[in-house]
Nanobody, 124 residues
């Protein structure tokens, strides 16, 4: 069973930056595509970004493209999401996810490897 722990969330003003991190344990980290999803109040969880096992390929939701950057360090079993030019609509709980699979319908988390989530709040 993969265990994921996020850190680094918080409160930031619009236009600011924040980095969230995720450390994984209990699995073969370097085998997994890793990613981030988020959930705003009253809305469904949505895909934000994904990075391939090697780090050579990255993917982003259109709403964050050009502002967010995902990276990973396989030696530290960690994945990061650098968020710049944050907007109020980026507010939500951010979830780290492991072993993502790309389907015709988008990125999915078939093994349900989720972190507990971390709050990111962007104020106007």
């Amino acid at each position: 069973q993969v265990h994921l722990v996020e850190s680094g969330g918080g409160l930031v003003q619009a236009g600011g930056s924040l980095r969230v991190s995720c450390v994984a344990s209990g699995g073969v980290f370097y085998n997994y595509a890793m990613g981030w999803f988020r959930q705003a109040p009253g809305k469904e969880r949505e895909f934000v970004s994904c990075i391939s096992w090697s780090g050579s390929n990255t993917y982003y939701a259109e709403s964050v493209k050009g502002r967010f950057s995902i990276s990973r360090d396989n030696a530290k079993n960690s994945v990061y999401l650098e968020m710049n030019d944050l907007k109020v609509e980026d507010t939500g709980v951010y979830f780290c996810a492991a072993d993502l699979v790309r389907t015709t319908g988008g990125w999915t988390n078939p093994r349900d490897y989720w972190g507990q989530g971390i709050q990111v709040t962007v104020s106007s």
